[in-house]
């Protein structure tokens, strides 16, 4: 049963620490996501990546936020240096590219971050 | 601007009954592709239903169907036959053309109470 991995599953960490959470997309998927859900800002993209490469990673702060895929297994979510307002839900999804490849876009089960 | 409204924060519905959840979207592009997610407490997000805009029927999975109107550009969601277990919050998104990322809505909390 193939799916989206992703840990840590739950991360309690301090102000100032840098934070790395880590997906595996699922095997064939070209296209990785990541979201940010919050309570007051709902679901947001903060990076995507097309064949490991990004693609648009607007939506990110780019100031602590890092996105990378150091292979096709593996997407890096790195926060450095953590702030409380980065508390959320960090959820990684992957796909295949493009319109016509229609439903195939699935999350993993996310990384509930609090940072105090 | 390509965009996704749910105007519902919350509904309820008695257990054995069918519920709509509306979504209604906004694109000039022909090719798109439409989804329903939920969300129970737990947090995680299952993928439901899909519908694409060239896609003839209705898009049906179970106890899912997505009512797709597109001169109205909505694509309501219908559960038949609630459950306790449907209790959950629901998120439309969009998909654009060969663009990649999912555009989600504000999403609506179900309730289902027996």
């Known amino acids: 049963d193939a799916r989206v991995t992703q840990t840590p599953r739950h991360k309690v960490t301090e102000m100032g620490q840098e934070v790395t959470m880590r997906c595996q997309p699922i095997?064939?998927?070209?296209?990785v996501f990541w979201y940010r859900q919050t309570m007051m800002q709902g679901l947001e993209l903060l990076a995507y990546?097309?064949?490991?490469?990004?693609?648009?990673d607007s939506g990110m702060p780019k100031d602590r936020f890092s996105a990378e895929m150091p292979d096709a297994t593996l997407a890096t979510l790195k926060i450095q240096p953590s702030e409380p307002r980065d508390s959320a839900v960090y959820f990684c999804a992957s796909g295949l590219t493009g319109f016509w490849s229609g439903n195939t876009i699935y999350f993993g089960e996310g990384s509930w971050l609090t940072v105090v | 601007a390509q965009k996704i409204t749910q105007t519902q924060p919350g509904m309820f519905v008695q257990e054995k009954e069918a519920v709509t959840l509306d979504c209604t979207y906004d694109t000039s592009d022909p090719s798109y592709g439409l989804f329903w997610y939920k969300q129970p407490s737990s947090g995680e997000m299952i993928f439901l239903i899909y519908?694409?805009?060239?896609?003839?029927q209705n898009a049906t999975e179970g106890r899912y169907s997505l009512n797709f109107q597109k001169a109205r550009k909505s694509a309501n969601l219908v559960i038949s036959a609630s459950q306790l277990g449907d209790s959950a919050m629901y998120f439309c998104a969009m998909r654009v053309g060969n663009t990649d990322k999912l555009i989600f809505g504000t999403g609506t909390r179900l309730q289902v109470f027996p």
């Open positions: 519908q694409g805009s060239y896609d003839q």
């Open positions: 095997l064939g998927h070209n296209t």
């Open positions: 990546f097309r064949n490991r490469a990004p693609l648009d």
